[in-house]
């Protein structure tokens, strides 16, 4: 097989530009495997997540010591000191998510039944500031109460009395074995980022062999010869076919070096099973674009465009529950879109019947109808271009 | 107009040139002769300051060079090897780009611009990029490039490899017409008819040394071949050739698959003494083509190897 | 000689449509996937509202005040809950499984929840219950010590609560993460500029190319056609800088705080600092343009990386393990001097950035001036 032959071997040419891509995508899976999931095997109890807040009082007083022991629940305290430049690069740096600020006389304001506020500053996006205003705004407004319906009382009983009120935690019940192993776990991280550097791989791959063999003199040639055009389309099909399951196998792999143990869970055959429907996906995709292009150097604009776009707004990089609805609209006329949502539903199955995977199915069978769309495109526009000449 | 003495040039245990002397005259074209590696491009590159090189001067037009010799440089056209084009810019751009190097007014630049484009005759070009060109077009922007401010002393450096006869034909005729104009051209080549064609005087280099100089002439007088007769014989026995070899003026004879190479010395009735000899002997012959040495066989018999590998 | 030389480069440079792709269309388009991911992260309008149900113990006492709290708690615009009625645990057992609600709570003297996940709409649901415990202690102690209070009155103020904290500015600006993608991007394309760079060079150095040999044997002196072409390299990426700058300040609505006059100088010292890169790599790589691209590609992708393009708590991270390499990032100290703009009111965290650019761009200079300034060559 003489096309077979030569296709492997321009796939070999090309390890470099491949090997980048990989190197670029394992060193991103491994830094989110190692920052942002949070360990489950850990926790078969509820956990909720402290921040980091830098707590600066200009005064003290029994109320305000007693709020911090509060605060103290839900919070890690940093010191940090009490310069603008320095707050603000703890901020930056993320060293302190919250910075919280209680003016001078604010004790004294609050017994009172004034309205002084104490200040803060905060990185905006995280989630763990939301439970310290919650800690904040319930801890003082308490104060408040006892203020206004109870004026005889001492600071000290007063902080007293906050202390046994706030005491104490609302019984949490976790049914753990509902819980699905794979939720939010590294291996759904990991087949989500998959789809970009599959993409980025198998179009940048497959496009250039299609592009070589595109080529006018190079086709002529090859028609020329004694093999009938079949066999040679067949030969290249297969050898394509052979670099994306090389790929997908290499890729998969290094999911299993990360993270063995998502490999025991009955979700991962569908993992599996999602993973292969977008390689014959992405491969029919390639094949259009190695047949819609001519040169090699718009290629790699349009393979960069191809896979970072769909990535960026399919949930890839910002999970799907973050985009604007008009975005995912968008989002849902690319393939990765129907990935993703596949593999976010997998993530959370527990039942594995017919009522919760149809809608993985529905997913992967979208994915499958892109597939044959991509492909009949190819079929159309490799013939015209045939003909035009 | 061009002198260079003892030019040493070496690529660490590799000698590149090897005390190399040249002299260029003024108004002649000279061409510098050599197989591929005899240091031909080294030669030119050292000459015009872009390399550096061990040992020796460089004289042209009476004044040392060097790469600030910008009175020189305002000179001299340069027609490299490769073809030194932008992709980005039509012909007429990279024409009036590297003119501009040399010729600041603009009327004058576009004046001279204009006339190189007639000059290589590449009139309804003007505005293609290059990648539309064929390879001969693209060899006559490269010449283009070179001459189109009107320089005194042109260097080409084999500006016709890979180019097909007809532009090959082209490039030598204008080759001609401006050394006619009066500009003096340092030619390489290793192709030996192109040199013969056009060359008053030749140089041949082989590992980085000069062999043989000399018009065409001088250079075929050095050499003890006069001619080689070739001639298609039925039946010669070898008592026939020995005599054969023993005619006056007969330096050699072989005798392969009926036919006989004879190469004589110097004389002109060479040929007369052959057929004499076989019309003696009653010796029967077909064709009989007679051949004047070529440069190849003066490389041939000074260093014993063919010019062309 | 300046301006003829100028003038053909930039008419050169102009026209490698491939290159314009890359230093300006891509980031273009890159800053619109961006946008596209990011704009919806941090706004109000994100919050949906978390399904839930609750389970009634059957007293009166404890699951009326609970009702009437959580009823409130899922009405209106604002509603935290879209609350289901369960009418016995294992319906709520069934929702939860299926995964139709986030949870559920069973009411009780102690309010109690019972989820599968741990995660944010968990913790908001806990959070809740916490808070419903803790004010339903308070009131029953006021009510103990004060029999004679006014219940009306106490729950009436409990519920009417007031707000305790106001958020000030640590600076000009509060901190965005989602703009140093954009600040990455702008650093990225000034260094992807390094191509230019890199084109200037080649035709410049003889030992690279035949076009800048022809070049070399012409009556110009090296530097100055050098320095010609260099400012037609610098005029194009500033350009192609500022009119990024201009579509994610004006299209896409990325702030870049309110000093424009140095958020150009920025601009301009990255141009400057992404040729100088391309120059000195492609002077010290003598042979192979493939070589040259790769490495100039791998460099900008690897530094674009590690200041937090691809990944954000990238930069994090290596400010907390290996704040040294922040520093001999010039990617990442291009992308922090934008940051630095927008965020701190001093001007000393963007000096230091700034002065570090310089120094690298004066290593980068010099070395590729060492280079360059050979005129004649010991091979070609």
């Known amino acids: 097989m003489p096309v077979f032959n030569l296709c492997l071997k321009i796939f070999r040419r090309n390890w470099l530009a491949v090997f980048i891509y990989v190197a670029i995508f394992v060193a991103i899976s491994v830094t989110i495997a190692i920052t942002s999931v949070h360990d489950q095997s850990s926790g078969n109890g509820f956990t909720q997540q402290k921040a980091k807040i830098a707590f600066i009082s200009e005064e003290k007083t029994p109320l305000t010591e007693g709020f911090r022991q509060e605060l103290a629940k839900h919070a890690d305290f940093v010191s940090i000191p009490d310069s603008k430049e320095q707050l603000q690069d703890a901020l930056f740096f993320r060293q302190v998510t919250y910075v919280l600020r209680i003016p001078k006389g604010f004790t004294k304001n609050i017994l009172d039944g004034g309205t002084m506020q104490i200040e803060k500053t905060i990185v905006p996006e995280s989630v763990e500031n939301a439970y310290i205003d919650i800690d904040v705004q319930q801890y003082w407004n308490l104060a408040r109460l006892y203020v206004r319906h109870d004026p005889g009382l001492t600071q000290e009983q007063l902080t007293e009395r906050l202390r046994q009120n706030l005491d104490g935690d609302t019984p949490v019940r976790m049914n753990v074995h509902e819980h699905a192993k794979t939720k939010d776990s590294f291996s759904m991280y990991y087949f989500n980022f998959l789809s970009y550097a599959l993409s980025a791989i198998l179009i940048m791959g497959i496009s250039t062999v299609m592009i070589v063999f595109n080529k006018q003199d190079l086709r002529r040639r090859i028609f020329c010869s004694p093999s009938s055009p079949l066999k040679v389309n067949l030969q290249i099909i297969l050898a394509d076919l052979l670099f994306a399951a090389v790929a997908l196998v290499a890729l998969v792999g290094f999911c299993f070096l990360l993270d063995a143990k998502s490999f025991t869970t009955p979700n991962m055959p569908y993992f599996l099973v999602n993973a292969v429907a977008f390689t014959a996906c992405i491969t029919s995709l390639s094949f259009l674009v190695g047949n819609l292009l001519n040169n090699l150097s718009a290629m790699s604009g349009v393979c960069n465009i191809l896979t970072l776009g769909p990535s960026f707004i399919s949930g890839v990089f910002v999970p799907q529950e973050f985009l604007n609805d008009t975005v995912l609209k968008i989002a849902s006329f690319t393939p990765t879109y129907w990935y993703v949502q596949a593999n976010t539903k997998i993530a959370k199955l527990t039942d594995f019947d017919w009522q919760n995977l149809r809608p993985v199915f529905t997913s992967t069978l979208i994915l499958l109808t892109f597939t044959a769309a991509f492909a009949a495109l190819s079929l159309v526009v490799g013939k015209r271009k045939r003909l035009m000449e | ?309 | 000689m300046f301006r003829h030389v100028f003038v053909y480069r930039f008419k050169y440079l102009i026209r490698d449509r491939e290159l314009v792709f890359w230093t300006f269309v891509f980031p273009v388009i890159l800053a619109s996937f961006f946008y596209m991911a990011f704009f919806n992260i941090n706004k109000d309008e994100a919050f949906h509202p978390i399904n839930v149900a609750v389970v009634y113990g059957g007293e009166e006492q404890y699951d009326a005040p609970f009702k009437a709290v959580i009823e409130d708690a899922s009405k209106g615009k604002d509603k935290l809950f879209n609350l289901k009625d369960a009418t016995s645990q294992s319906d709520a057992e069934q929702w939860l499984k299926k995964g139709r609600i986030a949870g559920y709570f069973t009411s009780g003297e102690t309010v109690k929840l019972t989820i599968k996940d741990s995660e944010l709409e968990q913790s908001i649901m806990k959070s809740f219950a916490d808070q419903y415990r803790s004010s339903r202690l308070a009131v029953q102690r006021i009510a103990q010590d004060h029999p004679d209070s006014l219940k009306e009155e106490l729950l009436k103020d409990i519920g009417n609560r007031g707000n305790y904290v106001k958020e000030t500015a640590g600076g000009n600006s509060e901190p965005d993460s989602m703009l140093n993608y954009f600040y990455a991007l702008i650093a990225m394309a000034c260094f992807y500029g390094s191509f230019w760079g890199m084109k200037e060079v080649t035709d410049i150095q003889a030992d690279i190319s035949d076009r800048a040999a022809r070049v070399n044997t012409a009556p110009v002196h090296k530097l100055l056609a050098f320095i010609a072409g260099s400012a037609a390299a610098l005029v194009i990426l500033f350009t192609e800088m500022l009119l990024l700058l201009a579509y994610l300040n004006f299209a896409l609505h990325i702030s870049f705080g309110n000093r424009a006059g140095l958020v150009i100088l920025t601009a301009l010292t990255g141009s400057v600092l992404g040729l100088s890169f391309g120059a000195l790599i492609s002077a010290i790589v003598k042979k192979g343009a493939g070589m040259k691209v790769a490495i100039l590609t791998v460099a900008t992708m690897i530094g674009s990386f590690l200041s937090g393009m691809m990944y954000m708590d990238m930069k994090y991270l290596i400010a907390r393990y290996v704040p040294f390499l922040a520093w001999l990032n010039p990617v990442n100290l291009l992308t922090d001097a934008f940051y630095a703009l927008y965020y701190y009111d001093s001007l000393s965290h963007y000096v230091r950035t700034m002065g570090m650019m310089c120094i690298f761009i004066l290593l980068f200079c010099t070395g590729t001036y060492l280079i360059v300034r050979r005129r004649k060559y010991a091979g070609l």
């Open chain 2, 1 to 309: 107009m061009i002198h260079v003495k003892n030019l040493v040039k070496r690529y660490g245990e590799l000698v590149a040139l090897d005390h190399l002397s040249l002299d260029v005259r003024e108004g002649e074209i000279f061409g510098l002769l050599g197989p591929n590696g005899s240091g031909k491009s080294t030669a030119i590159n050292c000459i015009l300051s872009l390399l550096s090189f061990d040992k020796g001067e460089v004289e042209i037009f009476g004044k040392t060079m060097a790469p600030d010799a910008y009175d020189l440089k305002r000179k001299i056209g340069v027609v490299m090897q490769n073809v030194a084009v932008f992709e980005e810019l039509t012909v007429y751009e990279n024409i009036d780009y590297f003119c501009g190097l040399y010729i600041r007014n603009r009327e004058e630049r576009r004046h001279l611009v204009e006339e190189a484009i007639h000059f290589v005759e590449l009139d309804d070009f003007r505005k293609f990029y290059p990648k539309k060109l064929s390879g001969g077009l693209l060899r006559r922007l490269n010449i283009a490039c070179g001459i189109a401010h009107k320089p005194k002393l042109i260097f080409l450096d084999e500006p016709t490899v890979a180019v097909d006869p007809q532009s090959r034909n082209k490039i030598l005729e204008g080759i001609e017409r401006l050394n006619e104009q009066g500009v003096t051209i340092v030619y390489t080549s290793h192709y030996m008819e192109e040199v013969e064609q056009i060359c008053s005087r030749i140089v041949i280099m082989d590992k980085g040394r000069v062999i043989a100089s000399g018009t065409k002439e001088e250079l075929k007088a050095m050499i003890t071949l006069g001619e080689k007769i070739t001639v298609e014989v039925f039946s010669i026995n070898e008592e026939q050739l020995s005599q054969l070899r023993t005619l006056p003026g007969i330096v050699s004879v072989e005798h392969i698959d009926r036919q006989l190479y004879i190469k004589s010395g110097k004389g002109s009735n060479n040929l007369e003494i052959v057929l004499d000899f076989l019309k003696k002997r009653q010796i029967g012959f077909g064709r009989i083509y007679s051949e004047l040495p070529t440069l190849n066989d003066v490389f041939l018999e000074i260093t014993g190897k063919q010019l062309r590998d």
